[in-house]
């Protein structure tokens, strides 16, 4: 059975202290891996798609790497305004379906 | 702006009453899907649908139903809620080009308590 593990459940950093929070996943034939961020009260917001084994994407603050079982979502110097949870999720192969397996999500506290 | 939009945003009902929720998108993508959020679990899978008068059961679909009559919209109906199907309900779609990897885009969720 495909599954997704993040980790850790919670992170607290102070404002600028960097930080990495993981996804590892089990599948067979890894058609994509999704990272959200989810506010309180709201949707989850898409943030980035890695595809293969040692593709890197970046969007302001935030990294994102992929190695053949796990994933990385880089944080540097964050700020108060990047506490959310964090959420990963896999698209495996099932029957040419587009189903994603998500993560528990990682909740990230980034305190002034 | 194009967008996913899901109705009522909360609701309150009583258990054995049939419950809809709705979901409206103006992207005009083929795939729809539900979900359900619960603390302790991940995004669940209810339903989903790759186009009109296509409908698929996931990962937790007991006690739920889905149509498709429209590209736009994929209503969700809780045939006799239950205490258990209290949760945060997120429907989302996606675009179908072929492509498998397509991104799923989310609504802004449906509070659902059932007494």
């Known amino acids: 059975e495909d599954q997704v593990t993040q980790s850790p459940e919670a992170l607290r950093l102070q404002e600028g202290e960097s930080s990495s929070l993981n996804c590892s996943y089990t599948v067979s034939g890894l058609r994509g891996l999704f990272w959200y961020r989810q506010d309180p009260g709201k949707g989850p917001e898409f943030l980035f798609t890695l595809y293969s084994a040692g593709e890197e994407k970046e969007k302001e603050r935030l990294k994102a790497t992929l190695t053949k079982k796990e994933s990385f979502l880089h944080i540097t110097a964050p700020k108060p305004e990047d506490s959310a949870t964090y959420l990963c999720a896999v698209q495996a192969p099932q029957g040419g379906s587009e189903k994603l397996v998500f993560g528990k999500g990682t909740k990230l506290t980034v305190n002034p | 702006d194009a967008e996913i939009t899901q109705s009522p945003r909360h609701k309150i009902t009583e258990t054995g009453r049939q419950v809809t929720l709705a979901c409206h998108q103006t992207w005009n993508h083929n795939n729809m899907f539900w979900y359900r959020q619960d603390l302790g679990h991940g995004l669940r899978l209810i339903h989903y649908s790759y186009g009109v008068q296509d409908t698929n059961k996931g990962e937790v679909s007991d006690g739920y139903s889905v149509s498709r009559s429209n590209t736009e919209d994929l209503p969700l109906t809780l045939e006799s809620a239950a205490s258990s199907q209290t949760s945060v309900y997120f429907c989302?779609?996606?675009?179908?080009?072929?492509?498998?990897?397509?991104?799923?885009?989310f609504g802004p969720g449906t509070r659902l308590l059932v007494l």
């Open positions: 989302a779609s996606s675009e179908s080009s072929g492509d498998p990897q397509e991104t799923q885009y």
